[in-house]
């Protein structure tokens, strides 16, 4: 009986790397649910004068293809777009538009949405929420 050394070279994880990757490619909602989950980007800070600004880039949308819907009562503001619209010629480029809906919640309840007010132009929308004036900060003198 003859020794017989065999070498088993796992691959990562457990797996073959190959397996891991021709996985993916036939898991076909998983990868488009990766591929669409940030859009649109959004940009969110805090400007000078306290106020919260929320950039959406959106290029390819006109006006007429969105919609701002602020629910003060949840305290949300919802940015949603439909790209289904008319066949247009465009010229030799082609921008990519999908249909999105997107809530975002003020859960500190500090911001007065009812103040909000929105831009869009050359395909950044713009929206400017302003403090509440009794969650700004207050400083008293000291006597």
Do not use: C, H, W
């Amino acid at each position: 009986m003859g020794n017989t050394l065999t070498t088993f070279r796992p691959g990562l994880l457990g797996r073959t790397v190959f397996d891991d990757i021709f996985d993916s490619m036939l898991d076909f909602p998983a990868a488009l649910n990766r591929t669409t989950q940030g859009y649109p980007v959004a940009d969110i800070y805090r400007d000078g004068e306290d106020q919260t600004v929320m950039e959406f880039a959106l290029a390819g949308f006109t006006r007429d293809d969105l919609s701002i819907e602020i629910k003060p009562e949840k305290n949300s503001i919802t940015v949603s777009a439909n790209a289904a619209q008319e066949e247009k010629e465009f010229d030799s480029r082609r921008i990519a538009r999908r249909s999105f809906t997107k809530t975002y919640v003020n859960y500190d309840n500090n911001l007065d949405l009812g103040a909000t007010t929105a831009q869009y132009e050359n395909g950044l929308l713009r929206l400017v929420v302003p403090t509440r004036p009794e969650a700004k900060p207050l400083t008293i003198s000291i006597k």
